[in-house]
């Protein structure tokens, strides 16, 4: 796996390595900023402790973001930029087998397994597991869920940015400029939404790029013309 990609936490687990046998899916918290410190803790310490066996991928959950920086020059085009950044600030998802179950039938007669619980839980920057002193693991269809959210190296980037239907904007580029109006439909995927604004008295549907709009209060529309 690509060093820095690993780093980023963009370097997904593979696939074949995502369900391994006896271990399950955790959801551990840290401080906000220390998910990359407890992650490379955990992933060099675990080997000097033994538990290479029993602790699997520590996985930080990270999506590619589209920055707009706006240009202090209005002669100028807002610059974009691509950012990695948390999909969960705050938490790390570790594959370890904290509970031992004996019977596989059995689920519900299971021992915590209070060598790992403890090593995971004081890790410099982790505050404790969501559950706490019995922390619940993810299922398959959670982690699979999260993990198509992070996408990975190929993953698209979402804007910054996120509007929702109805909300109002006022267009700060193009022919439509200083117009505003109530947002109809938005499509994140292309960081486009389209905008109804009132031109000679008619309603019209102007379809835009994310940075051509900002926020406004929900005032009333100017008319063009």
Not at 27 to 50: C, N, P, Y
Not at 51 to 72: A, N, Q, Y
Not at 203 to 217: A, H, K
């Amino acid at each position: 796996m690509d060093k820095k990609l690993e780093e980023t936490g963009l370097g997904l687990p593979p696939a074949d390595e995502i369900n391994r046998e006896g271990m399950q899916w955790f959801v551990v918290h840290t401080l906000t900023g220390q998910e990359m410190r407890a992650k490379r803790f955990i992933d060099t310490q675990k080997i000097s402790a033994e538990l290479s066996d029993r602790i699997g991928h520590v996985f930080t959950p990270m999506e590619k973001v589209v920055k707009v920086i706006k240009s202090s020059d209005p002669t100028k085009k807002d610059k974009k930029r691509t950012v990695i950044a948390p999909l969960f600030l705050g938490y790390l998802l570790v594959q370890a087998q904290v509970w031992n179950i004996p019977d596989p039938a059995k689920p519900r007669k299971k021992t915590l397994n209070i060598g790992v619980w403890r090593f995971i839980k004081d890790t410099p920057g982790v505050i404790g597991f969501l559950g706490g002193d019995k922390p619940n693991p993810l299922s398959e269809r959670e982690i699979a869920d999260i993990l198509s959210q992070a996408g990975g190296e190929g993953a698209k980037a979402r804007p910054e940015i996120d509007y929702r239907i109805g909300e109002v904007v006022r267009i700060t580029e193009g022919a439509f400029k200083g117009s505003q109006g109530p947002i109809d439909k938005v499509d994140p995927d292309k960081g486009k939404l389209s905008v109804t604004v009132s031109v000679f008295g008619r309603e019209t549907p102007v379809e835009l790029e994310y940075n051509q709009v900002e926020r406004q209060t929900a005032d009333a529309t100017p008319a063009l013309g």
